[in-house]
Structures are given as structure tokens and as C-alpha cells.
């Protein structure tokens, strides 16, 4: 047989990149570098600029830097699109959205946060959100700066990345999909009592000792829980081996689940921490661990508030359709 017919006899499995590098049809446009009347230079701009009616917009946003908080309060369904080669890409992301503000000076930590999402239906792609104030060492070692104020419901935010020191990641309210995204912090830097959040395939970078979240479910009868699957745990600038706590309670219903991760030799052998000396916080917490890596996974020397579950609960009662209440609404590209 002919070379050629061979080849063409074998299956090909040819995995495409979607780039988006164009705005779609119809989409209010952002561009730094643009002296256009009908590009905004900033993205608060293009979210004043849409209309406050149930109509579903699209902001899409070439390369640069942005500096300022971004605020949406609006009825409808809205996309911020960052100009991208690779959609399932957070690395080759070109969009910042930055801005240093502390939350005793911004009134509270919802305020400080430099994307604040107060609206339903809402979905982020390959941007990246800092808040340098909780970036830049010492100044920020201490001090609730956020990156992200997550408080509507069906929300997804796909190959972006969060970066800050303490409480990056603030889920406050509602549903949220993290897909493909990086997010580093160190102390309590993804918390929130009220917020329901599942985390695929998530990179949590550790820049100093601390905890990995803090979930403050207030009781059973309030929701809130956090879910990771296939996170990978790494460590970068000032964090070391064994440094970290996958999280603390920072209410006494506190829910999390780690399951199908990779945990390095990231993870604090004990697993998770009380909240203080004098407040431990453990009564009701449910931290669960299945089948992860690595080795600071799950170990004798785990805390005795912490549990190792099995298959069934782990895939089933944690499953992204009972966390967040359905997956209809999150991109299929990331599950």
C-alpha cells in the first residue's frame, strides 16, 4: 500500500486553539492604544456605556493595561472578552485590569476589589485582575486588598488570573465557575461565607506561608461551599515547602473539598488549621480530601476536624450540578 493511503487510513485527532483577536459582532470595544471616537480607552467606560436593560452585551478588550476599578451593576447577561491566540490559554493572557487600594481605605472589602461583579450571568475570559496594593510585599502583608468581588448568580470566569496578597479572591454572594484560572495570594486568598464556587483545573499560587482559603459558611442553614477539582498547588517568591494550609474557618460551618489535585509538597501536614488559639471554630466544619497527589497529600498526620472521602462523594454529592446548583450555564470547553 501506498505510503500515503496509509496515512490516510489512521485516525487524526487535531487539537485546535481558539483564539479571539477580532470583537464578535455587535461588541462595545476597549483599546488603550486607540485614538478612535468609538473605542473606549477604558473598560469602566464601555460598562457605563451599556445599556441597563436585560439585553445580553459583550466588552471585548485588546491588549494592555488598564488601570482603575471595574464595577458592573446591570439586569442582563454580560462577556468580557480579553484579546487572546488561545481561549483555553491563562498564560498567554494580554489584558490587566489593575489597581492598588486597600480595604480600610475603600470602606470595606467588596469595595476594595478591582472587578466587581454584582450582576447575573456574567462570564470573564483570559483577563487577568491584580490588585498591586496586596502585590507589593510588606505594604500588603497584612491588609485585606481584593482582586475579585464574585456576588451574582451563574457566574464563570475561564483562563484569567487573580493576583493579590490577602483575600484575593472574595466570594460573597451567589454561583460561580472558575475554569483554567491562576490565583495567587497567601493569607485567606480565596474566602467568602455565602458563595457557592467550583474550581476546575485551577492553578493557587502561594507566594507565603498562610491558609489557601478561608470559607465562612455561617450555618447550616445558609449555602456556601468551595469545591476544587484538578487544582494544582504550587509555591512562588517567599513561600517554602510544607508552608501552606489548604484553609481555616472563618465561620463555623466552613465547607470545602479537594479532590483529583496535585498538592506538591505545598501543603502544611496537617492538612487544615483552626481559625485562632481561643477560637478554634472546628465543631461543624466539613473539610474533605479524594484522590489527590503529591507528597503533602493526605497523611497521618492530618487535622482530626479534616476526613478523607470516598468516590461516591467526592464525584456525586460534590459534583459541579450539586455544588453550584446546575452546569448548563458554564462553558463546556472547561469542564
Not at 470602606?107 to 450571568?121: E, F, H, P, R
Not at 502544611?268 to 483552626?274: A, H, K, M, Q
Request: aromatic content about 12%; overall charge positive.
Amino acid at each position: 500500500m501506498h505510503i500515503l493511503n496509509l496515512l490516510l487510513l489512521l485516525p487524526v485527532t487535531l487539537a485546535v486553539a481558539t483564539g479571539i483577536t477580532k470583537p464578535p459582532k455587535g461588541s462595545v470595544v476597549v483599546d488603550i492604544n486607540s485614538s478612535s471616537p468609538n473605542v473606549f480607552k477604558s473598560v469602566q467606560d464601555a460598562v457605563w456605556a451599556l445599556p441597563n436593560d436585560t439585553s445580553s452585551q459583550t466588552i471585548f478588550i485588546y491588549p494592555g493595561t488598564y488601570k482603575g476599578q471595574v464595577v458592573l451593576w446591570r439586569p442582563g447577561p454580560t462577556v468580557f472578552q480579553g484579546y487572546t491566540k488561545n481561549i483555553k490559554s491563562q498564560k498567554g493572557n494580554t489584558v490587566l485590569l489593575t489597581n492598588s487600594l486597600v480595604a480600610s481605605v475603600a470602606g470595606s472589602n467588596a469595595k476594595s476589589a478591582t472587578l466587581q461583579i454584582y450582576s447575573n450571568d456574567t462570564t470573564v475570559y483570559n483577563i487577568d485582575i491584580e490588585n498591586s496594593y496586596g502585590t507589593g510585599g510588606a505594604e500588603g502583608s497584612q491588609s485585606q486588598a481584593l482582586a475579585l468581588c464574585q456576588a451574582g448568580a451563574r457566574n464563570g470566569y475561564y483562563s484569567s488570573g487573580f493576583y493579590s496578597f490577602q483575600d484575593t479572591v472574595y466570594t460573597q454572594n451567589g454561583t460561580a465557575f472558575f475554569g483554567n484560572v491562576y490565583i495567587k495570594g497567601a493569607v485567606d486568598y480565596i474566602f467568602g461565607m455565602r458563595g457557592l464556587a467550583y474550581f476546575q483545573d485551577a492553578i493557587l499560587a502561594s507566594s507565603r506561608a498562610g491558609y489557601i482559603t478561608a470559607q465562612g459558611r455561617e450555618n447550616s442553614s445558609y449555602f456556601g461551599a468551595y469545591v476544587f477539582d484538578n487544582a494544582k498547588l504550587i509555591t512562588v517568591e517567599n513561600a517554602t515547602d510544607n508552608s501552606m494550609f489548604l484553609g481555616r474557618p472563618w465561620r463555623n460551618h466552613s465547607t470545602v473539598v479537594f479532590k483529583n489535585s496535585d498538592f506538591g509538597n505545598v501543603v502544611d501536614l496537617r492538612g487544615w488549621s483552626i481559625w485562632g488559639s481561643t477560637d478554634p471554630r472546628t465543631d461543624a466544619v466539613y473539610y474533605a480530601e479524594y484522590n489527590n497527589k503529591g507528597a503533602s497529600a493526605w497523611n497521618s498526620q492530618r487535622a482530626n476536624f479534616s476526613k478523607l472521602i470516598g468516590k461516591e462523594e467526592a464525584e456525586k454529592t460534590w459534583s459541579v450540578e450539586n455544588t453550584i446548583g446546575s452546569k448548563k450555564w458554564v462553558d463546556k470547553r472547561f469542564l
